[in-house]
C-alpha cells in the first residue's frame, strides 16, 4: 500500500501525509455513509478510529519532513555502490 499511497500523492501533487488524511477520511465517510443507510446508526466507527486516522497520516508527514532527504542521498548512494560494483563485476569477467 504503501507504493500506491505515494503514485497517488505524485498524482495529485500533494504529500504522502496529507494524502494518507484524504484517503483515510474519505473511507470514514464511506463506512459511516454505509452503517447509517444499511443500520441507521454508526457502527464501526469510534474515537479511536478518528484518532489513527489523523495521527497516521501526521506521522508520516513528520517522518517524511524529517528523514526524507536523508533517505534519498543515501538510496543515491547505495545505487551509484550497486554500479561500482556492476562495474568491477564486468570488468573481472572480461579478464578471464
Not at 459511516?32 to 441507521?40: D, F, H, S, W
Not at 489513527?52 to 501526521?58: C, H, S
Request: charged residues 15%; positive net charge; contains cysteine.
Amino acid at each position: 500500500m504503501p507504493e500506491a499511497m505515494q503514485a497517488i500523492a505524485d498524482t495529485v501533487h500533494k504529500s504522502v501525509g496529507f494524502t494518507k488524511n484524504c484517503f483515510d477520511l474519505f473511507n470514514i465517510c464511506i463506512t459511516i455513509t454505509v452503517g447509517l443507510v444499511c443500520q441507521g446508526h454508526l457502527i464501526g466507527i469510534g474515537l479511536g478510529t478518528v484518532v489513527a486516522v489523523i495521527g497516521v497520516g501526521r506521522v508520516i508527514a513528520i517522518f517524511n519532513h524529517g528523514f526524507k532527504k536523508k533517505w534519498m542521498s543515501w538510496q543515491a548512494w547505495k545505487h551509484r555502490s550497486a554500479g561500482k560494483r556492476a562495474e568491477r563485476h564486468r570488468y573481472n569477467l572480461n579478464t578471464i
